[in-house]
């Protein structure tokens, strides 16, 4: 056996936690709309903004989607955070090279699949390839591993994005959001 299953899987303390603080951070810096992508890494995020009646959520069909819709969200003066899967970045690229002309701020933030503890071989190439293609399309990427980082790394993000109109990336590592098991 290659791998190991921890009884008393390490990761679940870390994984009650970090949601709550990205979700503060954002109520904190005024996010007003979240769209997303249905993604079990973001699940309790996404609970929270739905609990939120403060704050618009939109279920996207496709992750570019969500990049107009920050955009369009900015025009009518909302700030936003656009929540995907890395698996969804490769989607995004036609959508990336629109708003660099914009110049308007992004905000991502993209659970991480294909690195730390992956069992599916399908999310690896995409894994690795995520923050260089973000990189690419013009975008700051941030990446966390450490949850003593997290609302440090997301609040700096946040300040970029919407104080110098940047495309901010901040990917969750999988040490962070924890092991994936089916």
């Known amino acids: 056996m290659y791998w190991r299953r921890d009884s008393d899987n390490r990761w679940a303390d870390a994984a009650a936690k970090w949601p709550a603080q990205i979700f503060k951070t954002l109520k904190d810096a005024d996010i007003a709309q979240v769209s997303y992508v249905p993604d079990a890494g973001h699940a309790e995020l996404i609970?929270?903004?739905?609990?939120?009646?403060?704050?618009?959520?939109?279920?996207?069909?496709?992750?570019?989607?969500?990049?107009?819709?920050?955009?369009?969200?900015?025009?009518?003066?909302?700030?936003?955070?656009?929540?995907?899967?890395?698996?969804?970045?490769?989607?995004?690229?036609?959508?990336?090279?629109?708003?660099?002309?914009?110049?308007?701020?992004?905000?991502?933030?993209?659970?991480m699949r294909g690195e730390w503890d992956e069992f599916n071989p399908w999310q690896v190439p995409m894994g690795r390839a995520t923050a260089d293609v973000l990189r690419?399309?013009?975008?700051?990427?941030?990446?966390?591993?450490?949850?003593?980082?997290?609302?440090?790394?997301?609040?700096?993000?946040?300040?970029?994005?919407?104080?110098?109109d940047q495309q901010v990336a901040v990917l969750l590592s999988q040490q962070l959001v924890g092991r994936k098991e089916w």
């Open 136 to 164: 690419a399309m013009g975008l700051s990427v941030h990446i966390v591993t450490e949850e003593d980082k997290l609302v440090k790394t997301i609040d700096a993000a946040l300040y970029a994005a919407y104080s110098s």
């Open 47 to 111: 609970k929270a903004c739905l609990a939120d009646n403060r704050i618009k959520t939109t279920r996207l069909t496709t992750e570019e989607e969500g990049i107009a819709l920050s955009l369009g969200a900015w025009l009518g003066g909302d700030r936003s955070a656009l929540l995907m899967q890395s698996s969804g970045v490769g989607n995004c690229i036609n959508m990336l090279s629109i708003i660099q002309e914009t110049r308007s701020p992004l905000l991502m933030l993209v659970t």
